[in-house]
């Protein structure tokens, strides 16, 4: 057995390459399969991804990477920390687990939120001052034994015991004083007693995740850090502990980690800007292992091996031992670019997925141990590929660059809103509390069927657009029965909110099978912006006009803004990321004029991810927040003062954009707030934000349906702190992964709860 890491992943997908695990869950969830079965196609995909890892030639294999949902809610079953309202059902340890991701209809689930500043959502633990930590759960262990059976050592990966507890929040009825935190030494204990059986097991290395100090800490914060390692480390009876920092630089928790007893500490090297330059200087990290994320775990770009291996280089003297690895778990990229038959071949030959990263890696290590002569022609062909991208024509578009070049101010400016609240209500002429939906509606098998027959050819343009139509008229007079104010024509013809605009953009690429998980079952395929972006011509405008004609009513016209197109696609890297995103706003800005001149007044530029781009680090705030409102800005600053103009944000936790959200100046703001409790308006207010709000009053993320009163509750107290004329009702998000039925009665109790308090 070997005590070095050598070439490693700090972890891999585990939805399938086939997205078996999905179907599988959704099987489960509607009782069209039991437990045993759900159970075996989940053993079948950590066999295929220990044996495909093993057999790729890495030296240590990452374990316990499997999740059921999510590895934020597995480490808080693992360790007991089981709120008490699920824990009461009286379930199966399973349909615990899965009643606290997803809510029964007796109990809302736990809050979700992104993972740092993915498009990951992770379920967020609730810890009070009685949560009982103890070692419940031993998965982590039986997959340790599942895998060796196999022949595969593995190397069980948890979430740290910091980041579990900085993720967490304080349970409902916990005392203002309380932190998560303050239960660091109980749930160190949980986690001593989980090494132990770990080292008993013959558990020779363990990986936990650190990610939270890739983002500012407090001193306090790092001292809990230092303890809790030290506490760790100091156990007789241990694994090895790999201690892996990613999403940024660790900055001082570095020299934390260097100091305490763990043998090896995982950097980012790719997101860590200043990472390699700090290390040689920091001190107690000559006798560890020094696992160096080389290879970028997020993007979907070929690695520069020759920069990586010259890089690894200046890092040689630092360490006792120099692994190589992926910058962060792979979980954020798809399985395999040979999958992949629909794009086009150069393109192709630029991308590393999951399974090209693992080459990579395995290339970097024995370039390092055995010379750079032993992978000289894996070298040579990866360093054509990045030539090739670099001189490559299709990257470039002249007239795209020189209209960048010749933005002027006025383009990011509207007239005042006072103003333009008087023309858009003369306009539209709408009730106080207007109810709203947020734009798609429940996706039929019906229309993704037509979806896909269309892709495939079996029915011709006209056919489908045809069964589009029916299908939004459909919508038209769902939401006209219901009562509702602003309509939608629902998104049936849209697979993904970025997607679709990618594949009716110049300069991305679509995928077949490259799915990311996103949460849960639910996973999205992010096309790859490759190049300069813009649009051939219009996207939505049919759509929404055909939706208009039929109803009296307004209908909101439905953009993805550009950060969140930035943010839900694989983006280039050879560029500024503020660049890419100003030429897509372009192209945004040039459908709201064509929505706008077809008649519609109402139109909604989504930017759910906008706080998910937000860098960890504050420093780098200001920076992001700069080109991430310009680039709104210049998406819909371009409309006459009549003609209203939307926004959708999620993901609560918006305290850091909040001065961003009043800075893109839409005149009607939808935001998540019903996982949170409306605790967002009182954020707005502290900011002086006074344009039209609409705190999500439906969460959609859960099939349970609220009922009126409920609604009315959660409108009340957003009237506590919105005056009326400019409180809107609607969900906290588009509805396209749920029911008719859940949703045809949630937006009836929408509807009466407004009314109720008109
Ligand atoms: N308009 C989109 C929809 O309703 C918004 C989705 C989102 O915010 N994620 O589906
Ligand atoms: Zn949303």
Redesign the pocket.
């Known amino acids: 057995m070997t005590s070095k890491i050598g070439s490693t992943v700090l972890g891999y997908p585990r939805i399938g390459p086939d997205r078996e695990l999905k179907r599988a869950l959704e099987r489960y969830w509607s009782s069209r399969i039991g437990e045993a079965e759900l159970r075996a196609v989940a053993r079948e995909l950590r066999v295929q991804t220990w044996r495909s890892l093993w057999d790729a030639g890495l030296d240590s294999v990452p374990g316990n990477t499997f999740s059921y949902y999510d590895q934020v809610l597995d480490t808080a079953v693992t360790f007991g920390a089981i709120p008490p309202r699920f824990a009461k059902l009286g379930l199966g340890p399973l349909d615990t687990y899965f009643a606290m991701a997803r809510g029964v209809a007796s109990e809302p689930p736990l809050e979700m939120t992104k993972w740092f500043d993915t498009n990951y959502h992770y379920l967020v633990p609730e810890i009070g001052p009685d949560t009982q930590f103890s070692l419940a759960d031993r998965t982590p262990v039986e997959q340790y034994r599942e895998a060796a059976e196999l022949g595969v050592t593995t190397r069980p990966v948890l979430v740290g015991p910091l980041t579990f507890l900085l993720l967490a929040k304080s349970a409902d009825g916990t005392p203002e004083s309380f932190r998560p935190l303050d239960r660091l030494d109980a749930l160190v204990d949980a986690y001593a007693e989980l090494l132990g059986e770990l080292h008993r097991a013959g558990v020779e290395w363990v990986q936990l995740d650190e990610p939270a100090f890739a983002a500012d800490r407090s001193s306090a914060e790092l001292a809990a850090l230092r303890a809790a390692y030290q506490r760790l480390g100091d156990l007789a009876e241990r694994p090895k502990l790999l201690v892996a920092g990613y999403f940024g630089d660790l900055g001082e928790a570095l020299e934390v980690l260097a100091a305490s007893p763990v043998e090896a500490i995982g950097a980012d090297l790719v997101a860590g800007k200043f990472t390699v330059d700090v290390l040689s200087s920091v001190r107690g990290l000559s006798g560890k292992t020094l696992v160096a994320g080389l290879v970028d775990g997020r993007n979907v770009w070929r690695t520069d091996l020759d920069r990586a291996l010259a890089t690894a280089a200046t890092l040689l003297g630092s360490a006792n031992e120099v692994a190589v690895s992926t910058s962060c778990s792979l979980l954020h990229v798809p399985y395999d670019v040979d999958a992949e038959t629909g794009i086009d071949p150069q393109v192709k030959s630029w991308l590393a997925f999951a399974a090209q990263k693992v080459r990579e890696v395995v290339v970097l290590g024995r370039a390092l141990r055995e010379g750079r002569d032993a992978v000289a022609d894996e070298l040579a062909e990866a360093r054509a590929a990045i030539a090739d991208r670099a001189g490559a024509d299709r990257v470039r578009n002249n007239r795209v660059r020189a209209r960048l070049q010749a933005l002027r101010p006025e383009y990011t400016q509207r007239g005042e809103y006072d103003t333009r609240r008087a023309a858009q209500q003369k306009a539209l002429n709408l009730p106080p509390l207007p109810t709203t939906t947020?734009?798609?509606f429940p996706q039929t098998t019906d229309v993704r069927k037509a979806r896909a027959a269309v892709r495939a050819g079996r029915i011709d343009q006209a056919t489908y657009r045809r069964r589009m139509q029916d299908e939004i008229e459909r919508v038209i007079r769902l939401q006209e029965g219901l009562g509702l104010d602003v309509l939608v024509h629902g998104?049936p013809e849209r697979n993904d909110?970025v997607q679709y605009f990618a594949e009716h953009l110049d300069g991305f690429a679509s995928t077949d099978n490259a799915w990311v998980q996103s949460y849960g079952s639910r996973c999205v395929r992010p096309p790859i912006l490759y190049g300069d972006v813009s649009r051939p011509a219009p996207i939505t405008v049919e759509w929404a006009s055909y939706a208009q004609r039929l109803t009296e009513k307004p209908v909101k016209g439905?953009l993805t803004g550009p950060v969140t197109i930035l943010a839900w696609s694989f983006v280039r890297d050879d560029q500024p990321p503020a660049d890419t995103a100003k030429q897509v706003a372009l192209a945004i800005r040039d459908e709201v004029a064509d929505l706008e001149a077809a008649g519609i007044r109402v139109i909604?530029v989504?930017e759910?991810a906008l706080r998910e781009l937000l860098p960890l680090r504050r420093a780098e705030h200001g920076d992001y927040l700069d080109w991430a409102v310009t680039s709104f800005r210049l998406a819909t600053c371009g409309v006459a003062d009549s003609t209203q103009i939307h926004t959708?944000l999620?993901y609560s936790e918006f305290g850091d954009v909040i001065n961003a959200i009043v800075a893109l100046g839409a005149d009607v703001t939808s935001i998540e707030a019903a996982r949170s409790r409306m605790e967002v308006l009182d954020d707005l207010n502290a900011v002086g934000f006074g344009h039209g709000v609409g705190p999500g009053v439906y969460d959609i993320h859960s099939p349970r349906v609220p009922d009126t009163a409920e609604v009315v509750d959660l409108l009340r107290a957003a009237l506590a702190a919105v005056p009326a004329e400019r409180l809107w009702v609607n969900p906290d998000?588009?509805?396209?992964t749920r029911g008719y039925a859940e949703v045809e009665a949630a937006l009836q109790n929408l509807v009466a709860a407004a009314a109720e308090l008109r």
């Open positions: 947020i734009g798609s998104e909110m439905m909604q989504d759910p959708h999620c998000c588009g509805l396209k």
